[in-house]
Nanobody, 122 residues
Framework: VQLQASGGGLVQTGGSLRLSCAASGGYYFMAWFRQASGKAREFVAAISGPGGRTDYADSVKGRFTISKNVAEGTVDLQMNGLKPEDTAVYYC???????????????????WGQGTQVTVSS
């Protein structure tokens, strides 16, 4: 299974970008993570395959929206109200194992896309 992320770019503070992740296979969960220069990779948002439940990091809640585009076969991340601290390489990831809890998993993702750069200028 391959994941292909796209849609990154340069935007000013307060602007918007939409990232897309094309997956060639099915997953129980898909998510977006990001890694800023010199920092550890961090969870951004996740969506469940069945049901489309979502989860967000507190830092992006209310600004970012993760969704599934069934027609296109993608998982998208709509990012509004971007801030300089959102600057990072964004990765999509898929988890093939189920998660037997009420919450969505933020770890255990085993397939990763190549990353797409998002830069927010101040």
């Amino acid at each position: 299974v391959q994941l292909q992320a796209s849609g990154g770019g340069l935007v000013q503070t307060g602007g918007s970008l939409r990232l897309s992740c094309a997956a060639s296979g099915g997953y129980y969960f898909m998510a977006w993570f990001r890694q800023a220069s010199g920092k550890a990779r961090e969870f951004v948002a996740a969506i469940s395959g069945p049901g489309g439940r979502t989860d967000y990091a507190d830092s992006v809640k209310g600004r970012f929206t993760i969704s599934k585009n069934v027609a296109e076969g993608t998982v998208d991340l709509q990012m509004n109200g971007l801030k300089p601290e959102d600057t990072a390489v964004y990765y999509c990831a898929g988890r093939g194992q189920p998660f037997f809890r009420a919450s969505l998993p933020r770890t255990g993702y085993d397939d990763w896309g190549q990353g797409t750069q998002v830069t927010v200028s101040s």
